[in-house]
T-cell receptor, first 113, second 110 residues
Framework: DAGVTQSPTHLIKTRGQQVTLRCSPKSGHDTVSWYQQALGQGPQFIFQYYEEEERQRGNFPDRFSGHQFPNYSSELNVNALLLGDSALYLC????????????FGEGSRLTVL | EDQVTQSPEALRLQEGESSSLNCSYTVSGLRGLFWYRQDPGKGPEFLFTLYSAGEEKEKERLKATLTKKESFLHITAPKPEDSATYLCAVRSNSGYALNFGKGTSLLVTP
């Protein structure tokens, strides 16, 4: 049973560029949440997608956007990258989104130079 | 605004030396307090959910407890493989997001 898979695992971008991160949820899960984890910090909630709609959004600027596809996979897009966007981006899946028992992927490590 | 504070930031234990990690929280209507374990370079791994004061959950050498203001993660006779960062998170009745603390980095030496 495949768990949550994320791609790419590592990437390096320069300021002002755009990036797209991808996530496939655990089999049977229909809800995807994205978190940003800076070094030495806990994960911070970006947004959650359910039934292809953004159900809740955290305190992140509009440069952060996302999408959920009919097969429940999801993308996170970040435009106009800033140095401060360097972090581990975690995707987490769950069923229905009603539980906090999230299954996390191993993350995409983004470095902005 | 929800707030989660974990202490200590780092803890070093000898193998077999029991201890506790603390998670203090303020939340408007608790819909769950969660403990996760995170190994270096990996995503967090779910450990426990607690919903109401007085509730306790156990798994191997770990036991989580909950009061109205804080939660403890007790580690009994830890082994080196218990070394990891332990994260506490709360979910309020205002939505679906988990609000995480900064974590406690635990190192267990042989």
């Amino acid at each position: 049973d495949a768990g949550v898979t994320q791609s790419p695992t590592h990437l390096i971008k320069t300021r002002g560029q755009q990036v797209t991160l991808r996530c496939s949820p655990k089999s049977g899960h229909d809800t995807v949440s994205w978190y940003q984890q800076a070094l030495g910090q806990g994960p911070q909630f970006i947004f959650q997608y359910y039934e292809e709609e953004e159900r809740q959004r955290g305190n992140f600027p509009d440069r952060f956007s996302g999408h959920q596809f009919p097969n429940y996979s999801s993308e996170l897009n970040v435009n106009a990258l800033l140095l401060g966007d360097s972090a581990l981006y975690l995707c987490a899946s769950s069923f229905g989104g009603e539980t906090g028992e999230l299954f996390f992927g191993e993350g995409s490590r983004l470095t902005v130079l | 605004e929800d707030q989660v504070t974990q202490s200590p930031e780092a803890l070093r234990l000898q193998e077999g030396e029991s201890s506790s990690l603390n998670c203090s929280y303020t939340v408007s209507g608790l819909r769950g307090l969660f403990w996760y374990r995170q190994d270096p370079g990996k995503g967090p791994e779910f450990l426990f959910t607690l919903y109401s004061a007085g509730e306790e959950k156990e798994k191997e050498r770990l036991k989580a407890t909950l009061t109205k203001k804080e939660s403890f993660l007790h580690i009994t006779a830890p082994k080196p493989e218990d070394s990891a960062t332990y994260l506490c998170a709360v979910r309020s009745n205002s939505g679906y997001a988990l609000n995480f603390g900064k974590g406690t980095s635990l190192l267990v030496t042989p």
